[in-house]
């Protein structure tokens, strides 16, 4: 036996030995790879929270001059119920010299029969700034009789726009559609 | 030392036995009983016996909260409400948990400054240094996890504002945003992965303290003088009965202060806004991290420009976290070989500035950027009226007076859209000061260490560090027989 080990230990083929060394390092390596992304992925929404993503709101409940605000997965959305000089004066106001110029059609979706219904606005509730939830119908509106961030003072008009204050973008309008007149779906 | 040779002498035959089989008390002996310390340590050197108090003070009152608390959004706050009334000694328990984070970093920042100030981080100690700043960032990591635990309006929105800080990364900014977060936005879920790390990183700090203190235990401690240990017998002590006192004296001392803190003014550090429960629909209008983030905080928000392709909320976050990963570099940064600034003339002055810095970006951290500094407004803020011309132009009329003001605003017609609002007056403000004060944070390390170093001409060192003792008490009988200078 011990004669074998010595003849063997003069005939090490390095090629092979390399090979093997390379073929199970790279094995153990792919295999901590797929348990470590295990690992990282489970960190991910789950199931139940991206279910959660989406949510139906009946607009015909949300009074006149007066906004609801909902949660859809932790962030807030405004519903706003324009008054008819809210929606004229988002209307008519000259967008060319704002920050962030966008008519006030362009933040409106179609109902399912293609019109338009000015009366409702539908924003994201959080300040393009630092993220924090402005403050509108029933508080302090802001110079522009949209909402007013408190925070850092940025004023929005009854579009959603930003006309005054740190904000650099429009409030966002949120993927929604309308299901129904009188419901819409918001999806994040 | 690690060339120190063992002295341990196991007396009786359970030692020796245990001896040959895992010599746990000969490490233990070796390493906190004759191991040889410089003779020349003052009270700077005490905040690491300090700190290790304070790890120890936070896991055991942190292990005890987790058996009252319960990580779920709609009992968290109320369950640490329970803890604080019900839970017998639950206030004295929390008090003492929430404070202990702020005497953590109170005596975690007074051991940095002693490292920069004695060049302890300077060659062989690089590691050791190393180690430190991740124990450091672990421990903010911690801190900032813990802080969102009791569910309180600042908990929420201060975390909501830091992992928004993620979203700043180009590309991959907001998809790290949903991973850490578990969901488009906090949630439960993000309170239950930030309760199972906030358990886990004291564990893993303490891992990390075992590897600092091994790293030092081999080239050893470093010392006021800055010189390496010569002769060991002169110039060493054995760390028992010496430091162990002396730590022990400065620990005695530091729990009188903490005492004080947790029976006296147990909310002083807090923000009164966190005692009312998270609402994701209302932001506190002021928001602000606790008092130990501020100066990087302040970093964050004096970055206000554009600086190419890069925006100014990235680049912010780029500066803030610089400002910590420039600690793990200095040790090549410096270029002066004379490691304490005793025997740096030029140097001090400039540390004395970095300290200066330090605090003043702390204090930037806590004000409203926008406000004037104390004594520095230059001129009145005015109310303006903002309308539109005859001509279609955007125009602007300025008062003093607000009758004259709401007048002039009533005077316009609808068509103008005229609209009241303030225009600050001139003044130096607090965002001018944490721009000034970054700028010297940034050049402290990049310029001044650097070029120090080359252009300083240090005064002579000590030849050793029993003569640095007796220098200036060379006409006193020197005790241990060694002639004086």
Redesign the interface.
């Known amino acids: 036996m011990s004669d074998m080990t010595e003849s063997d230990h003069e005939t090490i083929d390095e090629d092979k030995r390399d090979f093997v060394h390379i073929a199970s390092g790279m094995m153990a390596l792919g295999g901590a790879g797929a348990i470590g992304w295990m690992f ?1 992925d489970q ?4 199931a139940d ?1 991206q279910a959660a ?1 989406s949510l139906e709101v009946d607009v015909s409940k949300v009074a006149e001059g007066g906004e609801i ?1 909902v ?6 959305f405004f519903v706003r119920h324009r008054t008819a000089a809210e929606i004229l ?1 988002a209307q008519t ?2 967008v060319t ?1 704002f920050p962030d110029p966008e008519t006030d059609e362009e933040r409106l979706r179609t109902l399912p029969d293609g019109s338009f219904n000015p009366a409702i606005l539908v924003t994201s ?1 959080s300040c393009t700034h ?4 402005p403050v509108g119908p029933g508080n302090n509106t802001g ?2 009789g949209g909402w007013y961030c ?2 850092h003072g940025s004023h929005y008009d009854t579009s959603g726009r930003i006309r ?1 204050g740190p904000a650099p973008k429009n409030l966002p309008v949120p993927d929604y559609e309308y299901v129904s007149a009188s419901v819409i779906r918001i999806s ?1 | 030392m690690s060339d120190h040779k063992s002295t341990y002498n196991p007396k009786s035959g359970f030692e020796k036995w245990m001896d040959r089989r895992l010599p746990l008390m000969r490490l233990a002996h070796d390493s906190f009983v004759d191991f040889p310390t410089p003779k020349n340590l003052n009270y700077w050197y005490t905040f690491g016996g300090i700190l290790s108090f304070c790890l120890l003070t936070q896991i055991l009152t942190g292990v005890v909260l987790a058996m009252h608390y319960t990580p779920s959004t709609d009992i968290a706050f109320a369950s640490v409400e329970r803890i604080m009334r019900d839970v017998p000694f639950g206030w004295l328990i929390r008090y003492i948990h929430a404070n202990g984070a702020s005497m953590f970093f109170l005596a975690v920042y007074i051991h940095m400054f002693r490292g920069l100030y004695y060049g302890s981080y300077k060659e062989p100690r690089e590691v050791l240094w190393v180690l430190g700043c991740v124990i450091f960032l672990l421990m903010i990591a911690t801190a900032f996890l813990g802080y969102m635990l009791p569910w309180g309006q600042m908990s929420f929105h201060g975390a909501n504002v830091i992992t928004g800080l993620f979203g700043a990364i180009p590309i991959v900014g907001e998809p790290i945003q949903t991973w850490l977060l578990g969901g488009p936005s906090i949630g439960n879920q993000t309170l239950q992965r930030f309760f199972s790390l906030h358990y886990l990183l004291p564990f893993m700090i303490a891992g990390v303290v075992i590897l600092h203190i091994w790293a030092l235990h081999v080239p050893g401690n470093s010392n006021p003088a800055g010189i390496d240990v010569k002769d060991v017998k002169k110039d060493t002590v054995p760390f028992h009965p010496y430091y162990t006192v002396k730590d022990g004296f400065a620990i005695v001392v530091f729990m009188i202060l903490f005492s004080v803190v947790v029976f006296y003014f147990p909310a002083a550090l807090g923000h009164t806004d966190n005692y009312i429960e998270a609402n994701p629909l209302v932001t506190p209008a002021h928001i602000v991290p606790e008092w130990y983030m501020l100066p990087f905080y302040a970093i964050l928000r004096a970055i206000t420009f554009d600086l190419g392709p890069i925006d100014a909320k990235l680049l912010g976050v780029i500066a803030m976290f610089g400002a910590i990963a420039l600690l793990f570099v200095l040790p090549w940064l410096d270029t002066s070989k004379v490691r304490s600034m005793r025997y740096r003339p030029t140097a001090r002055y400039f540390f004395l500035g970095f300290v200066i810095c330090g605090l003043t970006l702390g204090w930037c951290g806590a004000k409203n950027p926008d406000d004037a500094l104390p004594f520095m407004t230059l001129s009145a803020d005015q109310l303006v009226v903002d309308y539109t011309d005859v001509n279609g132009n955007p125009a602007q009329r300025f008062f003093d007076d607000y009758e004259l003001a709401k007048q002039a605003l009533e005077d316009q017609p609808a068509s103008a859209s005229a609209t009241l609002g303030v225009k600050k007056g001139d003044a130096i403000r607090f965002i001018h000061l944490a721009q000034f004060m970054t700028l010297y944070y940034f050049a402290y390390f990049l310029l001044i260490v650097p070029a120090l170093g080359l252009m300083e001409r240090p005064k002579d060192e000590p030849d050793s560090i029993h003569k640095s003792v007796l220098k200036g008490k060379a006409k006193a009988p020197a005790p241990d027989g060694v002639a004086a200078e």
Do not use: W
């Open positions: 990282v960190m991910n929404p789950a929270t993503s605000r949660l859809i997965g932790g962030k807030p004066s106001t000259d010299k509730g630092l993220g924090c939830v110079d522009y408190p925070c005054k994040l």
